[in-house]
């Protein structure tokens, strides 16, 4: 069978294809003269996989997207605090180029204008590195991300430095603000550079990827951006990401994006897909219009709104009992012939599951409530398993509760066996407090076995134990 998904994606380039608004940026004489037939979308799956059509083999100048990835740069080669000092989280409701920095503070406003984009550009390596160095550094990472070496176009450099007053303009100003220390035009000239790296969809596509996989490179598994600065980059994204159109933009697409002015869109849903667009003219904002309209179309018929509750949390825990039935030579162990109670979770389980488990627990084996009918049914049970086998995930706090529930269980001398194949629960033995632990295991029959005697059988009415 042949993938409907690169179909789609041409259906969606035939859709926005007609819209015919906007025009080339003219400020930079390369990509006036850009070629504004060509179109093209890419889709990177968190596992790797890339979807593309249309041109998707074009390159073009990365420009304001590049803001992104200098962002994450700047924060590990600087720390977060320093970057903040420097560099506010605001949405600026202005311009891109806007000569303005935020009152009191006298920081630019965020890092997504270029303001505050010139400012992280100076925090890359140090801030007495060379241009050659920070621009070295950034390509690296760039590279790293896209899956293949990028380059700067010298083309588009030496244009848009011809005509970079403005960008001078707040060169200066930062340093008069005290914001940079550097010379300030080896700082505009530097982020001149970042913006002239080509790239085509497809590199970018990846490269949102790694963002929506939490820092790691769907294909190579390398952790290229810490997961904490990965939360700070598409924060900003989502406030800061699409200008003054932030606001129409979280509500009418709902992932977080980046726009350069060369036409390309990024976009960048967490745990999803990572994704990219490309087509030359722009609206007044510096957003690609057929950009945005193939996006907002993506968002509507992938169901990529952020805020979009897919699914509530529910059935990621399911109870079952069992009682174990010993073979001829160990007949009279004590916990044959009585119950155990399994807890099966499943998935990615983050707070809401670990919190099912744990009503799950103290429902089933506390005392008997009369209030909750049922509850306290199997208090007396011999011993009770947490099956594992199927959580692909445990969060910092579904993973701190449900160790917070095992030292409970084990203080109340429950015997306590976990089926956990891949180590997703982390139990720490040299840790745990007062030296009890449950019995860790690889499979149902070792749990078995461990509770009622080698070669024990269960009988439930859960055919899987
Ligand atoms: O600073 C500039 O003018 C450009 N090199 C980058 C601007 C940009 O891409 C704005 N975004 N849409």
Redesign the pocket.
Known sequence: MKSPIPDYLNHVLEKTRPIERGAPAD??ETLAKADTSKMAVALAMVDGNVYSAGDDKVEFSI???AKAFVYAIAIEDAGLDQVLKKIGVEPSGDR??QLSLERNTNRPMNPMI?AG?ITAHTLVCSPTATLHERIDRILKVLSKLAGRQLYVDEEVYKA?LRDAD??MALGYMLKAAGVISCDPREAVKG??RQ?SINVNVQDLAMMSAVLSNGGVHPVTQEQIIPHTSVRQVLSVMTTCGM?DAAGDWVSNVGFPAK????GAIIGALPGQVGLATFSPK?DER??SVRGVAMCEQLSRDMGLHMMDVSHVARSTVQTSVSNLVGTEHEKQNPACARKVVVFKLRGAVRFPGAERLTRALAYELGKPDPSEPGSGHHSDACAIVFSFREVFSLNFIARKLIHEDITRLLTERKVLCIIDPTGVLEWDTAKAEGGRHPKIVDNDTEARDYIGGTGCQAVSEDPEW
């Open positions: 400020y930079i420009q304001s997207i891109f180029n270029n984009a848009e403005r960008n982020y001149v913006c200008y726009s350069g002015v060369a722009i510096g957003n």
